[in-house]
Structures are given as structure tokens and as C-alpha cells.
């Protein structure tokens, strides 16, 4: 009984020193003699002690920022750019052998990978169509990054720094694009001015009547903007006219007289 009891407290020990706990966000991935074993966790479970040796893996999502890259564009337009990339592990085992440290890795490549894809693409590309180049990068990071057992969930340019020289040649050729859209607008706009105008004299041609009207009508709006006295000389079939109609006027009264 004497000899039961200290093996009994011996294999207790053993029992208690050997476990573990891991969080719902954590994998254990346990070596056993230095060879892969198994991947314990979330929760209660349990080791060998002085044979099983394991490492614990965060498996959330991770947050990382790019440090800023100065990179050439394709047309030779030095830019500085960072970016945030997003990843998580999904596969545990493969990120603790097949690549020593992950986070690193991942880190390097999708920096190199930032500025590889900046000097593909032409300056306004890359300040207009960012989306497709974050889409882009974030698949080429995924497809190296894939047999680590890490997936890349988002890659995001954050900002664009380009030299004030550039800057202000831009500002320069934005105003220029707006001066010739206005200068369209306005030649636009004075071409179906003379289209309506002929079409109007053309209408105006066939009653010589309606253009005296129109005449009239000018004269009299130039003397209410100036404030000025305006004197008019009538065409002889105006006067002839008003003094047929006049003359009618004078013979209905005396008949009924």
C-alpha cells in the first residue's frame, strides 16, 4: 500500500501536467518525439508531458499596415503608397511547417507584391481604378499565400502621395479639360441659336408684316433698356393701310347716318 500510493500520485501529476486549454480563437498543433502529432483545441484537452511539445496558432482575423513604399509607376512617376492588408490562418498545421514565421512572410510578399503592381500600371490608373487593383493585389497575395494555410481576406491602397510638381500639372490640365468643355457648351449653344434664327427669318421672309412687328418690337425694347427716345419711320404700306382702313371706318359711319 505504501509502494500504490507514490505511483498513484506520480501518474495524478502526470495526468494534471499534461493539460491544456485553448480559447475558441486558437489551435494547438502538437509534435509528438518532434513529429506532427495532431491539432487540439478549442477547449480541454490533453498532452504527454516530456514527449508532446506544442504550439498555439491565433486563427482570427489579423490587421496589418503596410508601410509606406516609395515605387515608380509605368509612365516613370515616382508615387509613395501603403496600404492595410487583412488576413487569418485556416489551415494551422500548414502555417507552423511550412513556413517559419508567417506573419513575416506574408508581410514581405505583399509588399513587394504592392510595388510590383504600382509599376504596371500608369499613374491615372492607379489613382482612378483602385478597386481593380486592390482586387488584383489581394489575388496574387492569396494565391502565394494559400499553401501557408493563410488566407488574405482584403488588401486596401490607404493613400497616394504624388510629387507637388505632378500636382500642379494636373491642377493645370484639370482646368484646361474644363475650359474646352465650356468652350463646347458654348459653341453648342451658339449653333442652335443660329439655327433657330434662320428658321425664324426664313418664317419672317414669307410675311413682310410679321417683320415689321419684329422690328417694332426691338426698337421698342431698346428704348425701355437705354430709357431713350426712339424715332421710327414707317413703311408706306403701314401708312397706306391705316388710311384705307381709317377712310372705311369714316364711309360705314356716314351710311348709317
Known amino acids: ?12 501529476v502526470i495526468l ?5 486549454i485553448a480559447q475558441e480563437y486558437e489551435r494547438a498543433i502538437v509534435f509528438r518525439l518532434g513529429r506532427y502529432s ?3 483545441g478549442p ?4 498532452i504527454i508531458p516530456l514527449i508532446d511539445r506544442q504550439q498555439t496558432i491565433d486563427i482570427r482575423t489579423k490587421t496589418v499596415d503596410l508601410e509606406q513604399q516609395e515605387t515608380i509607376t509605368k509612365d516613370s512617376v515616382t508615387i509613395k503608397v501603403n496600404a492595410v492588408l487583412w488576413f487569418r490562418v485556416t489551415n ?5 511547417i511550412k513556413i517559419a514565421n508567417y506573419n513575416q512572410a506574408v508581410y514581405q510578399f505583399s509588399v513587394t507584391a504592392l510595388r510590383n503592381i504600382i509599376g504596371q500600371h500608369l499613374l491615372d490608373e492607379v489613382l482612378r481604378e483602385r478597386e481593380a487593383i ?3 493585389l489581394q489575388k496574387i497575395v492569396d494565391e502565394t499565400t494559400e499553401p ?4 488574405i481576406e482584403m488588401v486596401e491602397m490607404k493613400d497616394v502621395e504624388i510629387p507637388e510638381s505632378m500636382q500642379r500639372a494636373m491642377a493645370r490640365e484639370a482646368e484646361a479639360i474644363r475650359e474646352k468643355r465650356a468652350r463646347i457648351i458654348k459653341a453648342e449653344a451658339e449653333l442652335e441659336s443660329s439655327i433657330k434664327l434662320t428658321q425664324g427669318a426664313k418664317q419672317m421672309e414669307s410675311s413682310p408684316f410679321s417683320l415689321e412687328l419684329r422690328r417694332m418690337q426691338m426698337l421698342s425694347e431698346i428704348g425701355i433698356d437705354n430709357n431713350t427716345t426712339t424715332v421710327i419711320l414707317m413703311p408706306s404700306e403701314f401708312t ?13 359711319k356716314k351710311t348709317k347716318d
Open 1 to 12: 500500500m505504501e509502494i500504490l500510493f507514490p505511483i498513484l500520485a506520480v501518474i495524478a
Open 43 to 46: 477547449g480541454l484537452y490533453w
Open 16 to 20: 494534471i501536467a499534461g493539460l491544456r
Open 148 to 151: 501557408w494555410g493563410v488566407k
Open 240 to 252: 397706306n393701310a391705316a388710311r384705307s382702313f381709317t377712310e372705311m371706318v369714316s364711309a360705314q
Open 38 to 40: 495532431s491539432t487540439k
Open 134 to 136: 486592390n482586387a488584383t
Open 92 to 96: 494551422p498545421e500548414n502555417a507552423v
